[in-house]
C-alpha cells in the first residue's frame, strides 16, 4: 500500500502541483519556464476531475501526450502524467503545440465548474441548500476507475454526470474496491478465468475526505463481533462530489481490511459487512464531511440499511421517538429497485443481522422483532429472511422501477407489502434509466450533430426538439459517419483479438486470421452485457445451421461480435461464453463471429458506436431496463430486441426492431424456443433486406431512415439527463419539500 495522496484542491491546480509528487520525475532536476509549469499545472488540473472523461477533446489531449502509453495503461491520465516530468511534460507539448488545446480545455471545465447558470438553479432552486445523497454500491465512470460490475454501475455513473450537467446538488457514496472487478480472460478452452488486479490508489483521481475539523474522515460501525472501521476517499466527477468508503485501514481486523477489496466478491457474510459500511458508514461519513443532507437516494437496496443511521441520528439529535424519526427519516428517502429476477435482492438470515445491526438496534431502542420486521414482507412471519428491497421500500417515501414494464412487475412483485389494495394502487412507479449522451456519443457523430444541431444542443440534450435536426442531415453524411466508426470498431476488435490469440499462444495462422477477422462491408450485429443467463446470450445459436447460414451467405453477409463477463460463480454463464468464443473454430462461423474478452466500459463504447444493429434478447420481464441498446441510439445503430425492459416502451414500429410480440409462456423451453425462431424471423424478413436494399448510391434509403427515427424519437427520452430532471421534480424536490408520505413502517 502506498502513501495516500496529499491532499489538494482540484479548483487550485497550483496548489495541486506544489503538494503533487510525481512517481519519477524529478521535478529540481530539469529547468522549466513558468509557461511550461502552467501547462503542466493545468493537465495535472484536469486529470484530477473526471470532468475530462466526458469531453473527448480532452481525451484525445491526453493520448495525443503518447499514444502508445495511453492505450497500455487503460487511458488512465494521472497514471501518464506520472511518468512525465513537467519539463519533459513541457517539451512534449511544445513538440505537439498542445498550448491552446491544453489552455482551452482547462478554461471550459473552470467555466463549467464555476458556472451558476445550470437548468437546476432554475428548475429545483428549492434544492439550494443541502443535497441529494445518492448511494450506489458501485459507480461506472471511466474505464481506468474498475469500482463498477455491470449496468447498474454505469447507471449511476451517468447519474452523477448528469446531476452535474443539470447543476443538480448532489453527493454520491460508494465504496473503493482496491480490487474491483475481474479482468476477464479465456483460456485455450474457452472458458472464462478471472484475475483480480489491484488499483494503484495513487494512479486514481482519488484523495482523503476531511472531515469539519479538517482531518481525514474515519468511520467506525460497531457489530456485536467488535467495530468495523472504513476510511473515505473523496472523487470529484465534475461538480459532484463522489464519497468512497474503504475498509483497508491499519485498525481492522486482517480479514476485515479485506472486506471492500472486491466487488461483489465473498460470502453473504461479506455482503452483509459490505451493505453496513455503504449505508451505515455512509451516513456517518457525510455527517463527518459536514454534509446535511436533504434528500438520500438509494439506488438499489445495497445501501437500504442507510436509513436506519438516519434515524438514529434523529432520535440522538432531536430526541424523537423511533416511530416518529423512521416517518421523517422516510420522508426524505427515495429507493429505486433494478431488478425482477429474485436472486437479485439481496436477504440475510436474522441471525447475520442481529449480529451486525445489533448495536444500532440497541441505540434505536427497538426489540429484534421490530428491525427483522422492517425487512420481511410480514414482520410476524419468522421464516422470512431479512430483505434489503423490503426495507428500502418500507422506510421511504417514494420506491420507482426504471422502466414503465418493470413497474408493473415490481408492483405484481410487492403487491403482498400492501394487502389491502389492488395491484395497481401499489405505490411503485416507474423512472425509466437513460444514458449520458456526451459520455456514449461518439467524438464524430458528435461533430456531426454540432454541425446540423441548434447551437446550445449539448445543454439541451433532454428536449424532443433538438433532436428533430436529424432529419436535415444529408443521409449519405450520416451513413459515411457510422460507417467510420464502424471501422474503428472493426480495427479494435482485429487489435484485441490477435492479442487474445498470441497471448494463448496460438499458431501463426491463427493469428494471422484473427487480425483479419471481420468484414466491412458486412451487417454487424453487436452483443455486449452481463451473461447472467435470463439475457441468452445464446439465443441466436438455439438452430446453429439456420444461423450459420445467415452468417456465410456470400451475398448479404451477417457477422456476430460478443462481449461480456459471467459471474465468477454462474457456471452456466461461463458455458455460454465458451460455447460462444469456440463457434471460431467452426468453419461456418469463422471470420464472421468475435469475441472481445475482458468487457468493460472501453469495450463497451466501441461496440455502441460502431455496430450496425445491438442485439437484446433477455427472457421477459426479467429485463428491467436494460441501458446499452440506448448507448446505440445515439451513435446511429438500431436496436433489435424483445420487447422488454426500455423496448417495451420505446419501439415505435419504426425506429428499430421487435423481436415477437411482447409475450411468454410459464414453461421457459417453450418460451425461448419461441422467441428463437422470431429472432430468426425479424432477422431474415426485416433486418437483412432493409440493410443490403441499396439504392443507385449504394445508400440503404430505409435503414438510414430508421437510424434519423431512432435518433429522433428515442435520443432525448433515453438520456440520462432526461432521467436526472424527472428524479428532481418527482422524488427529490417532493422530498426536500418536506411534503407528507404514505408511512409504510409496520
Ligand atoms: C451500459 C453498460 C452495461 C449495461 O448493459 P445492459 O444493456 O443494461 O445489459 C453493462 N456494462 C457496461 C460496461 C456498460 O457500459
Redesign the pocket.
Known sequence: MQDPPSVMSPLNPSLAVETQIPSNADASAEPITPEGRDLYDKLWALARNLWWSWHPECDHLFRDIDPIRWRQLDHNPIALLREFSPARLALRANELVLHSRINYAHRRMQEYLTSTNTWASSAAGLLGAQPVAYFSAEF?IHESIPI????L???AGDHIKSASGLGVPLVAVGLYYSHGYFRQYLDEEGYQREDYLETRIDNLPIEPAVGTDGAPITVTIATRDGELRAKVWLMHVGRVKLYLLDCNVEENKPEDRELTSRLYGGDVRTRIRQELVLGVGGVRALQAAGIRPAVYHLNEGHSAFGPLEVIRQLMHDHGRSFEDAAREAARCTLFTTHTPVPAGHDRFSPELVEEHLGPLRDALGVDQRTLLGLGRVDPDDISEPFCMTVIGMKLSRYTNAVSNLHGVISRRMWATLWPTRSEDEVPIGHITNG?HVPTWLAGQMAQLFDKHFPAGWKSRMASPEIWQAINTVDPGELWETHNALKNLLLSFVRRRVSRQCRRRGESDAMIEAARNVLDPQALTIGF???FATY?RANLVFNELERIGELLSDSDRPVQLIYAGKAHPKDEPGKRFIQEIANLRHDPAFAGRIAFVED???N???HL?QGVDVWL?NPRRPL?A?????Q?VVLNGGLNCSILD?WWAEAYNGSNGFAIGDGRSHTDDAITDARDALALYETLEHQVIPIFYDRDSDGLPRRWIKMMMNSLSTLAWRFSSHRMVADYTTQGYIPAAGGVSCEMRVH
Not at 148 to 151: A, F, P, W
Open positions: 461506472g463498477y460490475s455491470g449496468g454501475g454505469v447507471l444514458v455486449g452485457r452481463r439475457k468487457y468493460d466500459i469495450v463497451g463504447r455502441v437484446n429485463e431496463s436494460g441501458t446499452s441498446g448507448k425492459g
